[in-house]
């Protein structure tokens, strides 16, 4: 059978966040493969021109014309991948998702970035009416999938793990090298919810060992355009009144992919402090492990799930002494770096995007070969209100903004 023509609906670069790189990730991949790959791109505001042959449809949130245009170009693909997180679709929540979702007569493939354990009664209903017209649904951990099948009205037999997918470092992980000052690695967009500010606190205890802490990212831009900098802000002035600026810098410089992966592999230890105990999905996490590089994290499930084989350390959120104890420990017991990237490197195969976009044209073929029956949507019409405000964390503004990756 003619491998199936797929559109992916998600934000996409320009655009930065991670749902963008995700979807730019896994359309080259796919694209790679066979060549009969769109994107129909989610935007906050109108945009002039599709940026890229790639690029055909524009979503703006709010617009009903751009909807029902955007749902006529996804009609004519065999199969709609749709990345899923609350923040990106416009209306309370996100749920003018469920109006395009409705509008839709091919199979959907429904990917879910984001799968809370204690949602709003507006957010359960998003999620619940997503999966119930959906082909198929995929989380990226099979923390997701169980919190998916205990916490929500879903059919366990609709749900594929597929995780989230990394660059294939692997033949970088022969040439890393040992500097004079360990490296320590944290990269990604910046917001309050990083916990970087505890792994800087963590830094004064390390001083016999002088590792160098890269932060390497710039500000979330949703975090940016309601805040500023403030969080970086904060950051650095913490770097001084722990007199570490001798340790620590947080650079905001633009990295190709090339050169992130080259900093990855010389990471001698990636650290992941985040504040949130209920994040399901991390690229960054996954790029770390893919890369063979020993992992620092603190205890938010989807690490809990990769890193109990041995490919990292975990500690508790918002704890220096966690993180300074852990740090001293891969950077100084004997043979347990390598040994925990070693565990991580075993692990890669099944995490590049080669793989991942493997199992996903594999879930796409079996849809259009044989479509699973999904409950229709009924289009419902626009709301529009404030989103719900984030949880306030150290380092955050009243905004409350998180930025995850």
Known sequence: MTRPAIALLSTYPPTQCGLATFTAALYEQ?????????IARVLDRPCDGLHGHEVVAHLTNGSRSSLAATALTLNSFDVVIVQHEYGIYGGIDGEEVLDLVAALTVPTIIVLHTVLT?????????????????????????TARRRLVEHYDVEASRITVIPHGAIDHRSLQTHHAVAA????????????????????DAMPALRDLMPRYLVAGKTHPKVLEHEGERYRLCLEERVMQHSVADMVDID????????LANLVAAADVVLLPYDSPDQVTSGVLIEAVAAGRPVISTGFPHAVELLSGGAGLIVGQKDARALAVALRRVLSEPGLAEQMAGVAASQAPSLVWSAVAQRYRTLAHGLVASPLVASPLVASPLVTGPPVAGRLRACSSPAGLVAAS
């Open 252 to 259: 905001a410089s633009y990295l190709s992919l090339s050169e």
């Open 181 to 200: 000052r360990p490296l320590i690695l944290t990269w990604g967009l910046l917001g309050p919810g990083k916990g970087i500010e505890w792994a800087i």
């Open 30 to 38: 796919l694209d790679r493969e066979s060549g009969n790959v769109a």
């Open 118 to 142: 204690d949602p709003t009664p507006h957010q359960r209903s998003i999620l619940e009416q997503l999966v119930m017209g959906a082909g198929a649904v995929v989380t990226m951990a099979e």
